[in-house]
């Protein structure tokens, strides 16, 4: 059968893989300020980094209280789920203790951590304080609980090693650095600072000079600014002020009255730290306190359960610039396990096999850098008893599949016949982790369109429980000059896009014709007024891009699909 417009019946029954769940961030920067009640912090004039920027973008907790009182205890809740026995703010006997934490369970889990603590004088220092100012306090060892848990032995009996206690000198200034900042983090200010004894325009004025930085990156990197107190002032029942805020987080205020322990308790560290550890799938601390306590989830946008499970482009398979390249992202904090598929000789239509297929695939995975991160010709000479448990085995011994577990970055997968030879072809890319903690973000294939009758056609498939904005763009003349010097390319593609069923949902000529403004707000918006972009709320399911050019032209062309939420 020849392979014409309604091969898009076969990409649209590809496709029968996981939702998926919610995405962790990639980074969660903890900071406890001190000793103030949230009636003295929340409408205050002299906070108004915290009230305008943190409030006013991130979600404040309204009814959030400290354990106890006094500080250090809170810390340890915080921290491990119990004050470990201690109940003062002098140095606790006994260190290093060897009982759960939060550190130690994010280390063994494969994530990571440190505490950033202003005027520790050294990495690993475990005094009870340390000035560099006479008759001022600074640096106290009752604000940072990690280092009750510092040993040389580490990770052994939950120990922690020395470079996890760290000066906040070399907490990050730049995009690069927060990038690289361990998956979560303590950020502990000095006595001057944290309100304790400075102000609380002195500690609004710090977060502001330190932080807002990383608060502003994290808007845009699945990231997280976590604000809360230790205690209020002994004068309103321990209520605090707690704020997350960061791209994950939907601003507004959240009175948690669903997930208190008892009616009218409202939240307190144990939730806190049961929401962490909810994040990154670690279980708890202590049975009796974190363990019992519900984690904070409505706050979290529902977009974040909400993915791009799976990608499959058909197109001609050609030589040289006229292979087809996948293109998709991995973003979250630990590797992702992804299927890459490569088909030509099962293709077929309404059972039917396609004429002119690409009879011997081959598939290489690349990285951002274009360096070769895995390749395979067929695919039972490798990984065949892991490739058939996923359930995603070709029919055919010469097809091409790899199963891959890829940190967070962007890789490209080109498809190519073997011996240089052309036909018809499918690249395929797959996330099979049901509850992995990251996700494949954007994806991207780029190939030839032949005429009307051999289009470029792009199956893909929201997994999840609520809707998707999303954003798919078909482009051709804006490919000139990319990676690879593309001569010949799609003048003017129009974009169609279909249900599972086949019914059209959208179509798209030139892309400043309709939706200009949204498409622009995006940041995606196509480079060329000739280009095609939709942007839609897409319900999870499967759905179909089909990419031609118009009055029957050939040329490169490329269908990209953007999760914008």
């Given amino acids: 059968m020849k392979r014409a417009a309604c091969l898009l019946i076969l990409c649209l029954t590809l496709f029968a893989r996981n939702a998926g769940a919610i995405l962790a961030p990639d980074h969660i920067v903890v900071v406890v300020m001190e000793n103030h009640a949230y009636s003295q912090i929340i409408g205050s004039p002299y906070a108004p980094y915290i009230n305008d920027v943190l409030v006013g973008r991130g979600a404040l907790l309204t009814r959030s209280y400290g354990v106890g009182h006094p500080s250090q205890p809170n810390y340890l809740q915080l921290f491990s789920g119990s004050n470990q026995g201690v109940t003062s703010d002098n140095k606790p006997l006994n260190t290093p203790f060897k009982t759960p934490n939060l550190a130690a369970k994010l280390i063994a889990a494969g994530f990571t951590f440190a505490t950033y603590s202003e005027t520790l004088p050294s990495i690993g220092f475990t005094g009870r304080e340390y000035t560099n100012e006479l008759g001022t306090d600074k640096y106290k060892r009752k604000h940072n609980p990690a280092v009750n848990w510092q040993a040389l032995d580490a990770p052994a009996n939950n120990h922690l090693a020395p470079e996890t206690n760290r000066p906040f000198k070399y907490f990050p200034t730049t995009a690069a650095g927060y990038d690289a ?115 904070i989830t409505d706050i979290f946008r529902t977009s974040l359960a909400t993915r791009i499970l799976s990608s499959s482009t058909s197109a001609t398979v050609g030589t040289g610039e006229n292979v087809i390249v996948g293109q998709f992202v ?144 078909g482009l051709g003349p804006s490919l000139r000059g990319s990676a690879g010097e593309m001569r010949h390319v799609l003048a003017d593609p129009i974009l169609q896009l279909f249900d599972g069923d086949g019914n059209p949902v959208a179509t798209n000529d030139d892309w400043p014709e309709s939706q200009r403004g949204d498409l622009e707000a995006t940041g995606f918006a196509p480079g060329e007024a000739g280009e095609s972009a939709i942007l839609i709320s897409l319900a999870p399911g499967r759905y179909t891009a089909v990419l031609t050019g118009k009055h029957n032209s050939s040329g490169a062309g490329a269908i990209e699909i953007y999760n914008v939420d």
């Fill in 181 to 295: 900042l361990p998956t979560v983090s303590f950020v502990v200010p000095n006595e001057q600072n944290d309100m304790h004894d400075g102000s609380i325009a002195a500690g609004d004025t710090w977060l502001r000079q330190h932080l807002e930085g990383y608060r502003s990156w994290a808007m845009t990197h699945n990231s997280v600014l976590l604000l809360t107190f230790d205690e209020d002032d002994r004068g309103d029942g321990n209520h605090i002020a707690t704020v997350f805020v960061g791209e994950p987080i939907i601003p507004g205020r959240y009175s948690e009255a669903s997930i208190e322990s008892t009616p009218g308790s409202g939240v307190d560290h144990y939730n806190i730290l049961r929401t962490i550890e909810r994040l990154y799938g670690l279980g708890f601390c202590n049975a009796a306190t974190d363990g019992a306590r519900k984690p």
């Fill in 330 to 473: 991995v973003g979250g904090p630990s590797n992702k396990s992804v299927v890459l598929r490569a088909l030509g000789p099962s293709m077929e239509i309404n059972g039917a096999p396609v004429d002119d297929v690409l009879d011997n695939p081959m598939i290489e995975l690349q990285d951002s850098g274009g360096r070769s991160v895995a390749a395979n010709d067929d695919w039972q000479n490798a990984q065949q008893a892991e490739i058939e448990a996923t359930g995603l085995a070709p029919r055919v011994a010469r097809e091409a599949a790899m199963l891959v577990s890829l940190p967070r970055g962007e890789y490209s997968v080109v498809l190519s016949g073997r011996n240089g030879a052309t036909g018809s072809g499918v690249v395929e890319v797959y996330d099979v982790e049901a509850d992995g903690f990251s996700a494949i973000g954007n994806v991207s294939t780029r190939g030839t369109v032949r005429g009307s009758g051999d289009a470029m056609i792009t199956g893909f498939m929201i997994g999840g429980h609520d809707s998707a904005r999303t954003l798919i763009r």
